[in-house]
């Protein structure tokens, strides 16, 4: 029976194991109460630009991952209560002092009968990026419309413009003085109307 234990135990240590390593998402053990790696995964070690082997056995205070380390200590204080962290922003610097932005979920675990964290994290730098990409083409789109209904209506304005000033050059006589002024307002609508068109374009 105890053999057939330590069998169980095993395959279900090896089961965690692969599931840990292969798993998709950045994934770490931590040490209570130092926070320090256990293990890690190639995906955690890929997102902070470090070895796996340059990760386990330090802390993330040593690598200097956490850019916000306060906020994270919290997270370990709810987890060494054996509560569940979900889904929380954090943002780490990378080797390379790049900042990435992380959705980090932290679970109590335990091994060999002490408490850990099981860390999963969510990396979604480049899903950021494109949200304020989208979110400043949005602006530009919003700005864009709102010149081109101003253009239109000072279109307008200026069509009224150079109407009534033809209507009064013809009206007038061909030597009398107030066609220079006349021609002058027309010349300026007809100036303002093709930099209109160059605002529309």
């Given at each position: 029976e105890l053999a057939k234990a330590h069998q169980s135990l095993a395959m279900s240590e090896e089961r965690f194991s692969k599931a840990f390593h292969e798993n998709p998402l950045p994934s770490a053990i931590q040490s209570f109460p130092d926070q320090r790696f256990v293990d890690v995964n190639q995906c955690l070690a890929q997102v902070t630009g470090y070895k796996r082997e340059d990760i386990i056995g330090r802390t993330p205070a040593e690598l200097f991952l956490w850019e916000n380390p306060g906020v994270a200590d919290k997270w370990y204080e709810a987890v060494l209560q054996q509560e569940v962290v979900r889904d929380r922003e954090a943002n780490i610097r990378d080797q390379s002092g790049a900042v990435r932005e992380l959705l980090v979920s932290l679970s109590p675990v335990a091994l060999d009968g002490k408490p850990h964290a099981l860390l999963l994290a969510l990396d979604v730098s480049e899903r950021t990026l494109l949200e304020r990409q989208l979110r400043?083409?949005?602006?530009?789109?919003?700005?864009?419309?709102?010149?081109?209904?101003?253009?239109?209506?000072?279109?307008?304005?200026?069509?009224?413009?150079?109407?009534?000033?033809?209507?009064?050059?013809?009206?007038?006589?061909a030597g009398d003085a107030q066609n220079k002024s006349l021609q002058e307002i027309t010349n300026a609508a007809a100036r303002a109307s093709t930099l209109i068109r160059q605002l529309l374009m």
């Open positions: 400043q083409a949005q602006k530009m789109e919003t700005i864009g419309q709102l010149a081109a209904g101003v253009a239109h209506d000072f279109n307008n304005i200026l069509t009224v413009i150079q109407g009534h000033a033809g209507l009064m050059q013809h009206r007038l006589p």
